[in-house]
């Protein structure tokens, strides 16, 4: 039975630490992500080479933007052609079509801009921005940006959610084998009251046994867990290369180890303090009736 108990707390407890890496590496990502946004200001077809370097000054004065690169139609139309050449060479030809394109300028923030507050940045120069003479459109990926980081959002709450029940079944499971093993014990539990020992005395071998079912399937889950994901990031490395997450996904680290750790020595400690509590309180008592 306590076997088949540490197989499931163990089972319990990869389910925890896989949302754990889920979750902090769903946020690198988003992050690494948030490194390279940039703004794209548009400009209108008919703007004037005096008019473009005022809107250039005037964008060069937010005190967060680093560069602003002048991207000409030419230039527009090249890397336009370049892009779709290979997958659909008939627009690339479609003159038509690419005078549509307009020039613009990219903006790039300074480094010292965190990531977090990028998106807040960006925003607020862009509804500015777009009241500015010359401007057509301004577009910063913020849709795609945004829907990410609600999904994240989702996502965390979800699996803040399956953690807490995890943990109440943890505990649960926990509490049952240790009861049992109280129950296997009962009758040197009432001979050691009868005789006068102490609560700590009785209860410490249970609340042991409990601590250390619940370190033993932390750290299990633990080596379980960083086996799945060497073998993911080196799916990503290898076979996945193109997607460039490989060098970028990264294990829980030391202190939340730690912390894991230690929550579920407490978790299997908890379960078994539920089990004794009433051990040298009337248990011997109890048990006659």
Not at 175 to 185: K, L
Request: net charge negative; hydrophobic share 50%; glycine share 8%.
């Amino acid at each position: 039975m306590k076997l088949s108990t540490l197989v499931v707390v163990t089972a319990c407890f990869v389910v925890m630490g896989a949302a754990l890496l889920i979750s902090q590496n769903f946020r690198s990502i988003l992050t690494l992500w948030g490194e390279d946004v940039q703004m794209t200001v548009y400009l209108v077809q008919d703007l004037s080479d005096a008019g473009r370097g005022d809107l250039q000054a005037r964008l060069k004065d937010y005190e967060e933007v680093e560069t602003v690169t002048f991207i000409s139609q030419e230039k527009a139309l090249g890397d336009f052609r370049s892009q779709m050449a290979s997958y659909a060479p008939d627009i690339s030809q479609d003159e038509e079509l690419l005078r549509l394109i307009p020039a613009s300028f990219q903006i790039q923030l300074k480094p010292s801009v965190a990531t977090a507050d990028q998106m807040p940045v960006l925003q607020k120069i862009s509804e500015q921005v777009r009241g500015l003479q010359g401007v057509e459109e301004v577009s910063y990926g913020q849709d795609w940006i945004e829907k990410y980081a609600a999904l994240v959002g989702a996502i965390e709450i979800t699996l803040q959610a399956l953690c807490v029940v995890i943990l109440l079944a943890s505990l649960f499971v926990m509490s049952n084998v240790i009861r049992a093993s109280v129950q296997s014990r009962k009758d040197e539990i009432v001979v050691l009251e009868m005789i006068g020992a102490t609560p700590s005395m009785i209860r410490k071998p249970f609340m042991m046994e409990g601590a250390f079912l619940g370190v033993s399937s932390s750290v299990l889950a633990m080596g379980l867990c960083f086996v799945v994901y060497i073998g993911i990031k080196n799916l990503l490395t290898t076979k996945l290369s193109f997607l460039q997450l490989g060098q970028h996904i990264q294990f829980l680290g030391p202190m939340v180890l730690v912390a894991f750790v230690l929550v579920g020595t407490a978790l299997g400690a908890l379960g078994s303090y539920l089990c004794v509590r009433r051990i040298n309180d009337g248990f011997a008592g109890s048990q006659g009736t």
